[in-house]
C-alpha cells in the first residue's frame, strides 16, 4: 500500500529531490493515434524517404520554408472545389460571392466539429492553435480530394491542369501524399468528400474508390467496400499497406487455396494486443485455412535470419518461377518422393530439352514461386514508409511488409542475386543496375526490429533442401554436364561411347569365359 510522505518532514537539502508527480504526464495516447513522426533510428538511415519534397499534408511538415512555394496551389485547388460544389447547385449558372463564403464556411464547420479528434490522430500533439489547425486542415483535404477528382476528371481538365498536365509534378505529389509523416486521418476526408463531392458527380464514386484509383494498385470491390476494415483505413500510407496485403490471388479471398489467412489486428497499444479493433488486412481471417502464426508455429523463427540467398539456393536445385499474385504468394513446391530420393530430380532433362515440359516432370523440380517485384526510384521511398508504419502502429504479428522486405533482404546479397531474378522476371529492375536493386533491398532493412514470422515455415524448408547434400550434387551434375542441350547432347553421346568402350574392352573376356566353360 503506497504512502503519503509528508514533506515538511523531510530535512530542507533534500527537499528539492523529491518530483511533483502531478507535473510530470505522461503523454496519452488515444486509441485513434495513427499519423507518427518517423522514429529517429529509422530517419538516420535515409532522410530524405520520409520527408516530403513538394507539398506539406497535415502538421508535421506545416510552414517548411521550402514547401511554401505549394500552399499558393492548395488554396487554389479549394477554391476550384468550392465551384465544383457550387457549380451543381447553381447548374452553370454564376456564382455569388456570398455562397461561395458560405460553403467555405459550411466545409470549416465540419473540419471544426471534428478537430479534437483529428488532433487525436497525431502521434506528437500538433502545436497549432485552433484556427491556424482547422485552417491548415480545410486546405489541405479539400487539395487531396479535388485532386483524386480531377485525375479522374475529363480530359481537357487533364490537359488543363497545373498539377496533372506535368509529369514530374504528378509524380512528386503522388510520393509526397503517401509518406507517414505527411498524412490527414482518413475519415475527415471521407467526411467533406461525401458531404460536398458526392452530390456533383456524374457517377457517385465514394472517397475510397477515388483513393485506390489514385494510388493505382488495385480495384476495390463492393464486397471488399463492405467490409469493416476497410472502412476503418486509417490514411493513404495505411491505405496502400491494405492493398498491397490484400493484392492476393482472388481464389484466395474466396476461401480457395492454401494460404494462411490474416490474422485480426490489434491496437496501436502494445498493452492491449489482440483485444481491439481490426487492421484493414484481417478481411481475409476467415478465408484460408490457418493463420500465419499458426502455419509458423512449428517453425523456429530462427530459420528466417540464416536463409540462403538466392544464388545459393540456385545451386542446390531450387528453380525460381515468377507468379501473378501478391506478398503472400510465395511458396516453395516440392514433391514428397524428391524429399525422400532427391537424385529423381527431373531439372536436367528439362534443362537440356525444354520440349518435354510437362506438369508431371515439372512437378518432380523444386520450385520457388515468387510474384513480381517492381524497383523503381520510388520503391525506396514507398517501402521505408510503409515499414515505418508497421513499426510505429503494429504489433509484431501483423508486420507483413516488413516480413516481405526482410525475406527478398534474405535471398539478395549481391549482384549475382539480382542478375538471376531478373533473368526469372521475379524482379522488373527500372533503374538499370542490377548492384543498385541489391544495396537498396539491403538496406531497406536497416534498424528495423522484429517482424512477422509469418515467412519462417518457409525458411525452414528452404533451409533443409539447401542443407541435403544430394541436391546439391544433382544441381552441380546439372550445371555441369546439362547446362543446354549442346552440352546435355556432348554428355549423352560421350556416356554411350564410354559405354561401346567399355563393352569393347570386357567382351573378349566375357567370350573367354564363356569358351572356357564349353
Not at 527537499?15 to 503523454?27: A, F, G, L, N, Y
Not at 513522426?37 to 520554408?65: E, F, M, Q
Not at 539447401?466 to 541436391?471: D, P, Q, R, S
Amino acid at each position: 500500500m503506497s504512502r503519503i510522505v509528508d514533506t515538511d518532514s523531510v530535512p530542507i537539502e533534500r527537499q528539492d529531490w523529491i518530483i511533483d508527480v502531478s507535473q510530470v504526464r505522461e503523454p496519452a495516447q488515444r486509441p485513434e493515434c495513427c499519423i507518427y513522426r518517423v522514429p529517429k533510428k529509422l530517419r538516420k538511415v535515409n532522410k530524405d524517404a520520409y520527408t516530403p519534397k513538394l507539398i506539406s499534408i497535415g502538421p508535421l511538415h506545416h510552414r517548411r520554408k521550402e514547401l511554401r512555394d505549394m500552399e499558393n496551389l492548395k488554396v487554389r485547388y479549394f477554391k476550384l472545389y468550392c465551384n465544383r460544389a457550387l457549380k451543381g447547385e447553381e447548374d452553370g449558372a454564376s456564382i455569388p460571392k456570398e455562397k461561395e463564403v458560405q460553403l467555405q464556411k459550411c466545409i470549416a464547420k465540419i473540419v471544426e466539429d471534428n478537430s479534437e479528434k483529428i488532433r487525436h490522430c497525431y502521434a506528437e500533439r500538433p502545436r497549432l492553435d485552433h484556427k491556424e489547425f482547422v485552417s491548415m486542415v480545410l486546405v489541405d483535404a479539400t487539395f487531396i480530394i479535388e485532386l483524386f477528382l480531377r485525375t479522374f476528371g475529363d480530359a481537357e481538365d487533364l490537359r488543363n491542369d497545373y498539377i496533372l498536365s506535368k509529369s514530374w509534378l504528378t509524380e512528386g505529389i503522388k510520393q509526397d501524399l503517401i509518406l507517414l509523416e505527411n498524412q490527414l486521418p482518413f475519415f475527415i476526408l471521407e467526411k467533406i468528400h461525401e458531404a460536398f463531392s458526392m452530390p456533383v458527380q456524374r457517377k457517385q464514386t465514394d472517397f475510397l474508390t477515388l483513393a485506390c484509383g489514385y494510388l493505382n494498385i488495385r480495384a476495390i470491390d463492393d464486397q471488399e467496400k463492405s467490409t469493416k476494415e476497410l472502412k476503418e483505413v486509417k490514411h493513404l500510407t495505411d491505405l496502400l499497406r491494405y492493398l498491397l496485403i490484400l493484392s492476393l490471388k482472388r481464389n484466395v479471398a474466396c476461401g480457395g487455396g492454401d494460404h494462411p489467412k490474416i490474422p485480426k489486428n490489434t491496437s496501436n497499444n502494445p498493452d492491449k494486443a489482440g483485444l481491439n479493433e481490426a487492421s484493414p488486412s484481417s478481411n481475409l481471417r476467415n478465408s484460408a485455412s490457418k493463420k500465419p502464426d499458426e502455419a509458423s508455429q512449428n517453425a523456429d523463427p530462427s530459420t528466417f535470419y540464416n536463409l540462403p540467398s538466392a544464388s545459393n539456393l540456385d545451386g542446390a536445385g531450387v528453380e525460381f518461377q515468377m507468379v501473378k499474385g501478391g506478398l503472400f504468394d510465395i511458396e516453395f513446391k516440392k514433391s514428397m518422393c524428391m524429399e525422400w530420393i532427391p537424385c529423381l530430380t527431373c531439372s536436367w532433362l528439362l534443362t537440356c530439352l525444354p520440349c518435354l515440359k510437362c506438369t508431371y516432370l515439372k512437378s518432380m523440380e523444386p520450385c520457388l514461386e515468387v510474384p513480381t517485384f517492381l524497383v523503381n526510384n520510388s520503391t525506396e521511398t514507398i517501402f521505408r514508409n510503409l515499414m515505418a508504419l508497421e513499426q510505429c502502429h503494429y504489433p509484431i504479428e501483423d508486420t507483413y511488409i516488413c516480413a516481405y522486405i526482410l525475406l527478398l533482404d534474405h535471398l539478395i546479397d549481391t549482384e549475382k542475386d539480382v542478375d538471376l531474378l531478373v533473368r526469372k522476371k521475379i524482379i522488373l529492375n527500372h533503374l538499370g543496375s542490377n548492384d543498385a536493386v541489391a544495396t537498396i533491398i539491403n538496406r531497406l532493412c536497416e534498424e528495423i526490429g522484429d517482424v512477422s514470422p509469418y515467412y519462417s515455415d518457409l525458411s525452414e524448408k528452404l533451409i533443409k533442401h539447401y542443407e541435403n547434400f544430394w541436391n546439391h550434387a544433382m544441381a552441380t551434375l546439372k550445371s555441369a554436364y546439362f547446362a543446354n542441350i549442346w552440352t546435355g547432347t556432348a554428355t549423352v553421346v560421350g556416356l554411350i561411347v564410354l559405354g561401346f568402350t567399355l563393352w569393347g574392352f570386357i567382351r573378349p573376356y566375357v567370350s573367354h569365359e564363356r569358351g572356357g566353360g564349353d
